[in-house]
């Protein structure tokens, strides 16, 4: 689940800012991570994951943190635009088949 | 090279029904997985299927099931539906050797 306190439901942001979406997991033995977007009337569209054995990874104009000390994930977006507006979920991978999805950042972008 | 396809898009039926709902994964992924997606409980697991074989299997009622055909197509059936049921149903198919899942748009079920 995600940590109240961490994770905030909506995001604000003004087109040409950095955002940051934050999001805590919950089991310590998960290896992968994942980040998706979400635009309304769509499935969730992958952005960029990351392994348990990196701390920083890198894509086009994102980048994902993990703090495994915390189980704390960000994704970073670097000069938000108008299309970055949808909900964005962070993905955790135990090493069981399947993924356990966080609650749900929804980040709109004011132009 | 195609996404994940999912039939139909949309899907009204009324409580007691049972639907069917069909994935078509990515070509050469062989791993398929179910989500349903509710505003009160975000996405949730159903089950994953590799080779036509059950791997694991979400929190949901007998009720929920599915199978996987040889050609990895898959289908998702929910028999005796409720209200409740009304969701989006979210298909996934996994990269080969990873842990990489792509999405399908999914099928909008409405029970009424």
């Known amino acids: 689940g995600e940590s109240v306190g961490l994770h905030l439901p909506t995001l604000s942001v003004q087109e040409g800012d950095n955002s940051i979406i934050n999001c805590a997991y919950s089991n310590s033995a998960s290896d992968y991570f994942i980040w998706y977007k979400q635009e309304s009337g769509k499935g969730p569209q992958f952005i960029i994951d990351i392994r348990s054995n990196m701390d920083k990874r890198q894509g086009q104009r994102v980048t994902v943190l993990l703090n495994k000390t915390v189980k704390h994930l960000s994704l970073q977006i670097a000069a938000t635009q108008p299309g970055d507006s949808a909900v964005y979920f962070c993905?955790?991978?135990?090493?069981?088949?399947?993924?356990?999805f966080g609650a749900g950042t929804t980040v709109t972008v004011r132009a | 090279k195609a996404g994940v396809t999912q039939t139909p898009r949309y899907l009204i039926k009324t409580r007691g029904q049972q639907v069917t709902l069909s994935c078509s994964p990515i070509s050469g992924h062989r791993s398929v997985s179910w989500y349903q997606q509710t505003p009160g409980q975000g996405l949730q697991f159903l089950f994953e299927y590799f080779s036509e074989t059950q791997r694991n299997k979400g929190n949901f009622p007998g009720r929920f099931s599915g199978r996987q055909f040889s050609n990895s197509r898959s289908e998702m059936n929910v028999s005796t539906l409720e209200l409740g049921d009304s969701a989006l149903y979210l298909c996934a198919s996994t990269v080969q050797g990873t842990n990489e899942q792509f999405f399908g748009p999914g099928t909008r079920l409405t029970v009424l």
């Open positions: 993905a955790e991978n135990g090493g069981d088949y399947k993924l356990s």
